[in-house]
């Protein structure tokens, strides 16, 4: 079974629903992060968390939220979908005794709005 | 303005060449450095990384060279393989061993190694 665990890994929605992504993680990892791709931007960082209590935004987190329900997982929400919100998104893991590095990623749940 | 930049969007490569991939950053802050390799439908996955107080590290086919001067980093494979055809993505973080030091991503390059 994979570490970390993304569901859905496909969904295709319309604009002004409200969708939630999930990430569980076996890892034992206190840090979890939310991130999404698009082409020739590389991997963007929409939100993190280093333990059930501590929730911090990253760089673009404008039009998303999070929670993190226990140490194993960490959800990611779009409240009110917009298609510039297209895109591959990945939730990531790490451990801070190894300098949180490397990251450790789900495989991904793309997610198209229509 | 991207922090992180790997200008070659693509590079094809003849299985047993060399492959060198280009990153170069802009943030003197960055202490760090990491390489992702990623298939299609899956995750990024770890493949190689060089703290700032190195100029270079290997393992194994993969070399990772560091010019702190000239803010750009490579990687090198030798001898490329077809299963090293992927996207790679090159990042950064500044703070390595502080709380909560963030990775800043390159837009990656997309690796074709032709049999």
């Known amino acids: 079974d994979a570490d970390v665990t993304q569901t859905p890994r496909n969904r295709i929605t319309k604009t002004g629903k409200r969708i939630m992504l999930e990430c569980s993680q076996t890892k034992g990892h206190d840090r979890m992060y939310w991130y999404r791709q698009d082409p020739g931007l590389g991997l963007r960082l929409i939100y993190y968390?280093?333990?059930?209590?501590?929730?911090n935004k990253g760089e673009i987190s404008d039009g998303y939220s999070v929670s993190r329900q226990a140490q194993a997982k960490f959800s990611l929400s779009l409240e009110s979908a917009i298609p510039n919100q297209t895109a591959l998104y990945f939730c990531?893991?790490?451990?801070?005794?190894?300098?949180?590095?490397?990251?450790?990623f789900g495989d991904g749940t793309r997610l198209s709005i229509l | 303005d991207q922090q992180v930049k790997q200008n070659s969007p693509s590079l094809s490569v003849q299985e047993g060449r060399i492959s060198i991939l280009n990153c170069d950053y802009t943030n003197s802050m960055f202490d760090y450095f990491l390489w992702y390799k990623k298939y299609p439908a899956e995750g990024p996955t770890f493949l190689i990384s060089i703290s700032s107080i190195k100029d270079k590290n290997e393992d194994g086919r993969f070399t990772v060279f560091l010019n702190k001067s000239a803010k750009h980093l490579s990687l090198h494979i030798v001898p490329s393989q077809p299963g090293d055809s992927a996207v790679y993505f090159c990042?950064?973080?500044?703070?390595?061993?502080?709380?909560?030091?963030?990775?800043?991503f390159g837009g990656g390059t997309r690796l074709m190694v032709k049999p």
């Open positions: 968390s280093f333990d059930v209590k501590d929730i």
């Open positions: 990531a893991t790490s451990d801070p005794q190894t300098g949180d590095q490397p990251q450790h």
């Open positions: 990042a950064a973080s500044a703070g390595f061993n502080n709380a909560g030091n963030m990775l800043t």
